[in-house]
């Protein structure tokens, strides 16, 4: 059914309802009994007394009626209402319709299919009920007339930033035009077949965004064609709270909808909202699941962080039992029953994975390293199975090799300049396990290997590393900055330390690149003094928000060992990357200064290069300009080992991604294969060609679609072309958290039941004059396609009770004014 | 056959209703029933009417010797009794009277069948009827006699005749005063459409001329109560214009105008102290004359 038939209805509903009591009271006149009669002269004079009044009464009766049919006309047609409310508040006539009413139209069609969308409930899912309601409109349309865009929420998913690099807007833009466009102005055979395969799509939902793409295609409609907007969602508080009245976004979402309601005046209508859900939505949920040992070593106990959620308004309190696996073995009971309240999280849950349960096996293993796949699950279960579980890959290593490029050797440790690191990298723990029995457990995997600079030049290449530290050294060689670059590039760590050895000029000519390079700002001269009895200046932490400063930030006393220590005596001024030296995507990051001045001094610099990163320190790694390690409460220890981790954690970042986010896996000359192959959480195997980035082989896979582990292989092909594994690594993809907050929308207001507000209120909250049209599955309007009600203001409740009043009024006039006299 | 035609409006049922009952009124018959009551005239004799042929068991008192002489044949003498009362019934038989509605008969039907029973019992006490028929005019009239002819040509005169044209009820009751002749008992059955002052004029007439009279007002139950529930084209009859009216909303100020009507009726009537009965077609005739006697005598 195109708008313009719509307008017709607007037009028509009314005066073919108003015409009906006309109609019947004309052919009623022609109907009535005739009477030869006698007594005409008494029946003359009464009438000629009484006529004034009579057709009064008639007119009144007539007017009654009409009155009565047309409400409950417009009643039963709200389409038909919001026309006629539309010409009346815009004085508009009937040119305008007219016009319309044989346009084409083109219809968008809002699709949530976002991983709420699979809840289910009495055998059915939001989804299913969703794309009911889709087909129903689509195919209500003109085969070869009309036409369908439509704007599905996993088209405008857009996935954050993969290992700390980000996409820039105008990119995320032209993925999603991208993808929209190629479910745009389709003809009706198409977009039936499209809805119909579309699946939900484990994302989360941006409607402020679909919205938007939905009025870019409206906008792009010639303005003679009608336009029309039908949203189909869940309404889950995951995906509209922000945008309902007191949200954040509540301001733009209206904005937007302003600009569809005056893009579909044109031809007359209102958008339509049609809630898919279900009103007692009820979740358990895996809302994070994470680990704080970014890397993995042989031996190493990790605990699992787990936080689970009951999302549900007003129910009981649940209990929730929860169980892990690793690599698909036997199930364990993963602590007792936590007790949750509706609406409540539990984030403190922690499951301790001993080393035997990551323990290398095989020597490939230990010579190779291994991933884990650790997967854990709420045993209750609910309507919504997909986040019940979720799932971790943990990268275990054999260890974590280091290379530290020491700029002053010397055999007293206070004059060596990485003595105190190389011990503080390497530092084990010796506890007491269960059986009373000394064990000594690796606290930490790495494995330091100390070279002299004069033996840079020997070094092929650097990726049998995964960072490497420059510590005062002069200068580096040209091939050496080459490999460097190569290494960080490719996704590895570098930490430069200053001192007094380093040939600033050089290392801004070969390192700095005017911001091209790998160090992350220019050099200047030394600041500060180095006379060991000039003052002391404290650190003060400038980016808080720094992964390196996370757990100093956690509360005040971790925060003090930062702050409160006077351990900076001398070190190097810097100008942070200016102007054209500025990376958008890449800049530098000063994550600790020094107090001195009214701005900090930098410190510690951050910024990213290629894949990888490069921590700059202005100061020693040994006390050659500081007393760091003399300050006597674990600073550098903490300082240190965070920034290695920091740096070293690509690849379980890489292992553990979000729905839509590409896998990308930097090959090492040890790590090429004829042969890579993808096999996703449903057993399916695809190749993958590896790529080129930067000069370097890459593997990169985009299709992460589901939740689950993938897992990638490398093969080498045998005589007879079989295909001989390699290696093979795993990662996991997780449905983004929010999406499981299922409950409706309801607002800030409560009732004294704790209820909110329902979502056609809340709308016409947020909404305002804003017109739109709002329907519900199981609603009375359900399957009306196109001709939805006004739930916003209930209109059509209105007027039907108009309707009856009016229905009663006549009939209450025509009995008294045909009343028997006694 | 005269006497077969007109039997259709002796209700024997009626008859049987009205026979005990005493006409012993002041106004209406002084001497209605020989030997009850003294009449106020005298002198009155018996007149021939008419020779019809012996029948066995004929009171051979009245066989006439004289034509047996002429004629070889027996025929017998009838003769007219004349008495001191004399009824003339004038009977409506306009357009309007054609009206009836439902189960009931036409004001017409009823008014002959009235008139007819009247004439009947008039005759049955050996007191002469009459009969005027009138619309606009009296266009056929029988003058009061006691025979059984005479009430046969009252009943066949009652069935020919169709209802057509307007009332004119003051003119035909300045005529009816002047053929009735010396004082009778006029008994008008009409239903009155006409002027009310024509009316007044035409009693005030009669009671000039010492006539007593008695109006039966006959209507319609449709016409007293107006009961019509849905859009009705009333078609005027007697030259009325038809009007398409919703009756339920008319009911009230139609049902005031007869009110109005017949109060001025019973007035004028009153005043020409003339009877005034309004009878509905829908009640039985006899209860209506059992009525009206009772009614009368209750007055003497």
Known sequence: MTTGTLIGIGIGVPLAAASVPVIIHLINLTRYRKVDWAAMEFLLAAYKKTRKRLQMESLIMLLLRVCAIVLLALAFFPFAADQVKAWFSEGLGLGRVSFAANAPLHLVVVLDNSASMAYTQEGQTSFERAKKYGLGVVDSLTQGRDRVSIVRLSDIYVPRGIGGTTISEEEQAKSRRRRVGQSANLDIETARRQLAETTVAAVDTNMLVALREAYRLMDVTPTTDAAALVVVSDFASSGWQELMAGGAQTGEFKDVLVKINERMARTGGAPIFYDAGFDDAQNLAITSLSCDDRVIGDGMETRINVEVANFSRGGEIRNISLVYRVDGREAKPAGGKVQLAAGQRNGDIQIVLKPEDLKLVSEREKKTGASRHIEVEIVEPDGLKGDNRRHLVINVVPDVPILVVNGVADKNPRLDETIYLETALGISDNRMDSDARREEVRITPNRVVSIQPSQLTAQESFLDYRLVILANVASLPESTVTKLEEFVAAGFGLIIFDGDRVDHQRYNRDLYKDGKGLLPCRLKGPEGSTDITAKLYKLVPVDEGHPVLSIFMRDVQSRALVTDPEVMRNWRGVDLPQGAEIDPLRPARVVLGINRGATPQPFMVDRGFGRGRVVYVSSTASERWNELWSSGNGLPLFLYHETVNYLTNSEARYANLGIGESFRRALRVRDIAPVYQIKDPAGAVSDIPATSEDGLPVIEFAGTAASGVYTLMASERGDSGQLNPKWQERFAVNAEARESDLVKVSGEERDEEGKGKDVGALLKDTLGDVPFNFQKAGGEREGKGLLADDAGNRLWLWLAALAAFFFLAETLWSLMISKPEQ | ?300
């Open chain 2, 1 to 300: 056959m005269a006497e077969l035609a007109g039997k259709q409006y002796l209700d024997p049922k009626v008859l049987n209703q009205i026979r005990h009952l005493e006409m012993t009124a002041r106004n209406v018959v002084e001497g209605f029933i020989s030997g009850l009551h003294k009449s106020p005239y005298k002198g009155f004799s018996v007149e021939f009417a008419q020779h019809r042929e012996y029948v066995p068991g004929d009171d051979l008192r009245y066989l006439d010797w004289k034509a047996y002489g002429k004629s070889d044949k027996y025929y017998i003498k009838e003769y007219e009794e004349e008495t001191n009362f004399r009824a003339l019934i004038a009977v409506d038989t306009s357009e309007s009277m054609r009206f009836q509605s439902g189960e009931a008969p036409s004001k017409l039907e009823y008014a002959k069948t009235m008139a007819a029973s009247l004439a009947y019992l008039i005759q049955r006490q050996s007191d002469a009827a009459g009969l005027a028929l009138f619309d606009e005019k009296v266009y056929d009239f029988i003058p009061a006699a006691t025979s059984h002819v005479t009430l046969l040509r009252m009943l066949a005169t009652l069935e020919q005749h169709a209802p057509q044209k307007k009332t004119n009820i003051g003119e035909v009751l300045h005529d009816v005063a002047q053929r009735a002749g010396r004082r009778s008992l006029v008994l008008v059955i009409s239903d009155l459409f006409d002027d009310i002052q024509h009316l007044k004029k035409g009693l005030e007439h009669l009671r000039a001329r010492r006539h007593d009279a008695i109006v039966f007002n006959v209507m319609d139950e449709q016409e007293l109560n107006f009961n019509f529930d849905r859009l009705t084209q009333f078609k005027g009859l007697e030259g009325y214009p038809q009007l398409l009216v919703d009756p339920r909303s008319l009911r009230k100020a139609y049902l005031e105008e007869v009110a109005n009507f017949t109060s001025e009726a019973r007035r004028h009537c009153l005043r020409n102290r003339t009877d005034f009965v309004q009878v509905n077609t829908r009640s039985a005739l006899g209860t209506v004359l059992e009525a009206y006697l009772a009614k009368r005598m209750g007055t003497r």
